[in-house]
């Protein structure tokens, strides 16, 4: 038997994958060897042997009766039926269980199995057995709906997308911020819309310099600082006069630069607002809202605690300096609790911040459905998180950093792509019940009424890169997707929320069938909406259970796209995957399919510039004319922005991730005059309100 049979056999590791170009690209053997030595490097020791071999969690759906089947030969089966068996229930209730003999498919023997009653609630509970006095917490059972129910209100609707950073308002600290998102989301709402969807706005680092890509977040469980509009806090209009005028001068001079198309400046704006709230909490406006306070603490648990802490010891050593990172250092370590004592003021700061960002957001949710949103904000999920992040701290026995996730060669990036973010490993999620996962999914539907899941393919399989190797060596690594869209709708369903699955890119017909199964709605690209025989779909064939944009934010906008600008720019940037001359007339044939796809459906201008104001409307209209039960509109597109937002293959050489809102002559663009924008107008005349 190979190398690779082996591997295959335990891990569910194939041989290779059909990529993007539908051609079978076999793994290397070396990445093969690589990834499954780190996968044993990393398995947890509880999952090699457990009571009574009883799976570490179990995610099943309601209405359903489930078994799940013991391993232990039958001459315990009397000991085994001797014990108490029964499933402590989220709210504290209890529901006695009975063992019962089955017979299984291939199997030539019945096998013993606890019976799950299918009146199980939906929720978060645990199979407890107690033996010869003796408890055992045996499995993580999670019961889930079978399908997310969408409400009749939000579907066929529309909605904008924004980089809400670059979206700048009179009161922004030279970057937007919850009140600049609360100002569009009231806008876009008495506009019509149902909807706004945003960049992430995961916690980034707590000490300058900042990161610049939201996708490239500290924790994805907890929220980034940028994101608090300071002077909308009660703690600010409540604050000392002198506190609340030193704060003002924090702000002044980031507001002068609200109407400059100067590239942003994170760390600025970051250490200004983590200044401004110092002084709030030195203040003693931490005690304004104590209670609600303290119950935030006691509901976040000992994962808030163990963010804050790596907060603060990254104040005192830095992201990666090697203290925080030996062995005996992790959170549970007895350094981190001497530490804890230590540092116990500045963890309740931490605290504090996130509560204060959690209350923030919650109350644009709250107006952007009072404004008559039926969705509201929709949030973006990143893939991962950096190696030296508070995640992989706090959460050491949950990843494998000897591997970075990224995704092979595409329409998107010929190279391929290494996003730098060590993965969750499969096995140790289901150790403590998707606890984290849990989490992550909660507080982004907790704090709005949608999420969209960046790749989602990453829930079903990531490509792991071994280090050191290029994007092209990776390996796809199977995660048990059904537990984990089962616990998405789960949350969704118990907050309200529509889920968006990002499935663009080599995505298998098993993942864009899962969704559909669970009730999550997939990703559209008007640009790139091809059928099997390289032919641009017609507007009525499109999938209906989808979210669709004309373009996306690893594309110029669409202004730019139309004339061709992404060719020039990605050529001087080196990062072509073939002669500028082919990439021309990739990009040629494309335009040519879209223009005569609208002018066949009667939208498309005669006689105009490419990339003009008349071609941004019509391949609205275009996509207007699509079933999609979901369409969003770039601000970008709005003003006819020119900048690309991101290069998907740069790092240095483009700035990712800086670009504020500008016109098409590179003027910065307020939301007010977002609001009196031409094109907006004719949008709003030829598409939303006469489709």
């Keep these: 038997m190979t190398h690779e049979h082996t591997a295959s056999h335990k891990w569910g590791l194939a041989k290779g994958y059909r990529g993007a170009d539908h051609a079978w690209h076999p793994y290397s053997a070396d990445s093969i060897k690589a990834v499954e030595t780190a996968l044993e490097t990393h398995l947890p020791v509880s999952s090699q042997q457990r009571f009574a071999g009883l799976p570490a969690t179990a995610v099943v759906e309601e209405e359903k009766l489930h078994y799940l089947?013991?391993?232990?030969?039958?001459?315990?089966?009397?000991?085994?039926?001797?014990?108490?068996?029964?499933?402590?229930?989220?709210?504290?209730?209890?529901v006695p269980l009975r063992l019962v003999t089955v017979e299984l498919p291939g199997k030539k023997d019945p096998v013993l199995a606890a019976e799950l009653p299918s009146a199980l609630p939906q929720g978060y509970h645990r199979l407890v057995v107690i033996s010869a006095d003796v408890t055992y917490r045996t499995t993580h059972i999670i019961v889930t709906p079978s399908y997310l129910q969408i409400s009749p209100n939000q579907q066929n609707v529309w909605g904008l997308t924004t980089q809400?950073?670059?979206?700048?308002?009179?009161?922004?600290?030279?970057?937007?911020?919850?009140?600049?998102l609360k100002e569009l989301c009231c806008w876009a709402a008495r506009e019509g819309a149902d909807f706004v969807s945003i960049n992430p706005i995961h916690a980034g680092s707590t000490v300058a310099p900042v990161e610049n890509?939201?996708?490239?977040?500290?924790?994805?469980?907890?929220?980034?600082?940028?994101?608090?509009?300071?002077?909308?806090?009660?703690?600010?209009?409540?604050?000392?006069?002198?506190?609340?005028?030193?704060?003002?001068?924090?702000?002044?001079?980031?507001?002068?630069?609200?109407?400059?198309p100067e590239l942003l400046d994170r760390s600025v704006v970051h250490s200004a607002k983590m200044a401004a709230l110092e002084l709030l909490f030195s203040d003693g406006m931490?005690?304004?809202?104590?209670?609600?306070f303290e119950e935030f603490c006691q509901q976040e648990g000992s994962q808030l605690r163990d963010y804050a802490l790596w907060c603060a010891l990254v104040e005192e050593y830095g992201e990666d300096h090697p203290i925080l990172w030996e062995n005996d250092h992790g959170p549970s370590s007895a350094w981190a609790v001497e530490k804890s004592v230590e540092h116990a003021k500045r963890i309740k700061f931490h605290q504090w911040v996130q509560f204060l960002l959690t209350d923030q957001l919650q109350d644009v949710q709250r107006a952007a459905k009072a404004a008559g949103m039926s969705i509201g904000i929709v949030h973006d999920l990143a893939v991962g998180v950096g190696l030296h992040s508070a995640d992989v701290w706090s959460l050491p026995s949950l990843m494998v950093p000897e591997v970075t996730v990224g995704a092979p060669p595409d329409a998107y990036n010929q190279?391929?792509?290494?996003?730098?973010?060590?993965?969750?490993?499969?096995?140790?999620?289901?150790?403590?019940?998707?606890?984290?996962?849990?989490?992550?999914i909660r507080k982004l539907c907790e704090t709005g009424g949608g999420v969209r899941i960046d790749h989602i393919l990453g829930l079903f399989r990531l490509w792991w890169i071994p280090r050191g190797m290029p994007p092209t060596a990776g390996v796809y690594v199977p995660f048990p997707y059904h537990d984990l869209l089962r616990i998405v709708i789960l949350e969704a369903h118990r907050h309200g929320c529509v889920i968006i699955g990002e499935d663009l890119g080599t995505v298998e017909d098993y993942v864009r069938e899962a969704l559909c199964h669970y009730g999550i709605w997939g990703t559209s690209v008007l640009w790139y909406e091809y059928d099997d025989n390289g032919q641009l779909r017609v507007p009525e064939t499109i999938r209906r259970d989808c979210m669709m944009t004309v373009s996306t934010h690893d594309m110029p906008p669409v202004s730019a796209y139309l004339a061709g600008k992404q060719v020039d720019l990605r050529d001087s940037l080196g990062i072509l995957g073939q002669p500028r001359e082919a990439e021309w007339q990739d990009y040629l044939r494309n335009r040519?399919?879209?223009?005569?796809?609208?002018?066949?459906?009667?939208?498309?201008?005669?006689?105009?510039?490419?990339?003009?104001?008349?071609?941004?409307?019509?391949?609205?209209?275009?996509?207007?004319?699509a079933p999609a039960t979901a369409k969003a509109i770039s601000l970008a597109d709005i003003v006819t922005e020119q900048r690309s937002e991101n290069v998907p293959g740069t790092d240095t050489e483009y700035p990712n991730w800086l670009v504020p809102l500008c016109d098409r002559e590179g003027r910065a663009v307020s939301l007010q005059q977002v609001q009196e924008s031409p094109m907006w107008a004719a949008m709003k005349r030829d598409v939303m309100d006469n489709p």
């Excluded at 190279?415 to 989490?439: D, I, R």
């Design 213 to 260: 890509s939201p996708y490239l977040p500290r924790s994805r469980r907890y929220l980034s600082v940028l994101m608090l509009a300071v002077e909308d806090l009660p703690e600010y209009q409540s604050a000392s006069a002198e506190c609340r005028a030193a704060i003002d001068a924090l702000a002044a001079p980031l507001k002068t630069r609200n109407q400059s």
């Design 69 to 94: 089947t013991l391993s232990a030969p039958q001459s315990e089966w009397g000991l085994l039926q001797l014990a108490d068996w029964e499933v402590h229930l989220e709210d504290g209730s209890r």
């Design 286 to 292: 931490y005690t304004l809202r104590l209670d609600h």
């Design 164 to 180: 809400i950073y670059a979206l700048r308002g009179d009161q922004s600290w030279s970057m937007g911020d919850s009140h600049d």
């Design 592 to 625: 040519a399919d879209i223009v005569e796809m609208g002018t066949r459906m009667g939208v498309w201008p005669s006689d105009t510039l490419p990339g003009s104001d008349a071609e941004v409307l019509a391949i609205h209209q275009l996509m207007w004319l």
């Design 415 to 440: 190279l391929g792509q290494n996003w730098n973010q060590p993965p969750w490993h499969p096995k140790s999620l289901q150790e403590v019940g998707y606890a984290p996962f849990v989490q992550m």
